[in-house]
């Protein structure tokens, strides 16, 4: 009686054991179907060994053993990432997790390359349902997801960065920061992009130096990158740092003497320069004689033809840029706006001789601006800014029909300022 009682305990340990074996084959020939593209015979296996290896798990003679759970977070990893919905899949992807680190607690480095694989596809998992929720606009979910599949791949240059996108656009800019910043680190094919991202990602929390310090960096590392040379002039500009951006201008030209944007933001920094003489002339405590007055006047005018010198080279190199040919001629039409109101309200009226030198002197400068007013308004017709400007040439050179004629294209823009006449 004894005898056969044993024999039974035996045999019933036997057989979990036969179930833990037959889960482990029927796994492995889903991984060989799997991998030669038979998909509904790969299907059937996969379903076979989470049968056995149910009861192999629920067993209390395999279940202490470490390769039954490598086996069983394998199957259900497996059973996770082919299936496609959500509702499904969380439940074998969390019973596969859990699996997996019981297997590590038990496993005695027998089933390491078993337990590797099966991370690896929970890892892929991850990165599946991340692209899906990224894609869904659940930028927070998706980082979770993306970092899970980060986590287990550390060096994956593609999967830092995508957990430092999803962060961003999640506004969780901390994260963001770590996994860009660890991506400089790498040789990511796309980091002259990064370092653009980085100092966006530090300008969202108002922290100017570190955007122009990554900037910076940035530049030293891809010294002709344009993009990153305009991003650091930009915010030089912002910053109030004109001096700064134009010494950094004048190396960008020298490194890169066929690059129109910067020709374009070195005519900008003279135009901020000009802007800011402007500034000082309404102040009447800077201009309280004739001599400061006629002094900042004669910086005025040779900052903006400093200015248009830097347009026009722009323009040279692209007689279709928008932004430069604006700017050149309003550059290039100041200095006969001042001639031509100084004419009118500074000449007495019993001067007559030189009130009419002056206004030849400014009709003449005015016609050198005229050619860049056209050309802005050819390229940009619903432009504020270029019809204002042109309207501004036909008012200077006292040609009133067409002046009229400008107002009202600006009076049929969509956005135009109602008080403007």
């Not at 607690?105 to 590797?116: A, F, S, T």
């Not at 869904?136 to 979770?144: M, N, T």
């Amino acid at each position: 009686m004894i005898a056969g009682l044993l024999g039974l305990v035996t045999a019933t340990a036997f057989a979990q054991k036969g179930e833990l074996k037959d889960a482990r084959e029927a796994y492995e020939k889903y991984d060989l179907l799997n991998k030669s593209g038979a998909a509904t015979l790969a299907a059937i296996s996969l379903n076979t060994a989470k049968v056995s290896i149910d009861k192999a798990a629920a067993n209390a003679k395999t279940s202490g053993l470490g390769e039954t759970w490598a086996v069983k977070g394998s199957v259900y990893a497996a059973l996770a990432l082919n299936d496609t919905s959500q509702a499904k899949t969380a439940p074998l992807f969390n019973t596969a997790d859990e699996a997996l680190k019981k297997a590590q607690e038990l496993d005695k480095g027998d089933n390491k390359k078993m337990i590797d694989n099966a991370k690896t596809l929970l890892a892929q998992y991850q990165l599946n349902k991340g692209v899906k929720l990224y894609g869904q606009k659940k930028y927070d979910q998706a980082y979770r997801a993306f970092e899970y599949y980060r986590q287990a791949f550390p060096t994956d240059t593609n999967a830092i960065y995508y957990s430092g996108i999803s962060a961003v656009d999640a506004e969780n800019y901390p994260a963001a920061i770590t996994n860009y910043t660890k991506l400089l680190t790498t040789r990511f094919s796309k980091n002259s992009t990064v370092y653009l991202e980085l100092s966006s990602i530090y300008l969202r929390q108002k922290d100017t130096t570190n955007a122009l310090k990554t900037l910076g960096e940035g530049i030293q590392k891809y010294p002709t990158n344009s993009d990153l040379r305009k991003k650091e002039i930009e915010l030089s500009l912002q910053s109030g740092k004109q001096q700064e951006a134009l010494a950094k201008l004048q190396i960008a030209i020298a490194n890169d003497p066929k690059n129109k944007v910067l020709y374009y933001y070195a005519g900008l920094t003279y135009s901020i320069f000009a802007d800011a003489i402007v500034k000082d002339m309404k102040d009447k405590s800077k201009t309280k004689d004739a001599a400061a007055k006629a002094a900042l006047q004669a910086k005025k005018d040779e900052t903006y033809k400093k200015a248009a010198d830097m347009y026009m080279k722009a323009v040279e190199i692209d007689p279709n840029y928008f932004e430069a040919n604006i700017n050149l001629g309003y550059a290039l039409m100041s200095p006969a706006i001042d001639i031509y109101n100084y004419a009118n309200n500074e000449i007495p009226v019993n001067k007559q001789k030189e009130y009419d030198a002056a206004i030849v002197k400014s009709t003449a400068q005015f016609n050198i601006a005229k050619p860049y007013l056209l050309k802005a308004v050819e390229l940009k017709p619903n432009s504020y800014d270029a019809l204002f400007n042109l309207k501004t040439y036909y008012l200077g050179t006292k040609d009133t029909a067409h002046a009229n004629e400008i107002q009202k294209k600006i009076e049929a823009l969509p956005t135009a300022p109602a008080a403007v006449k």
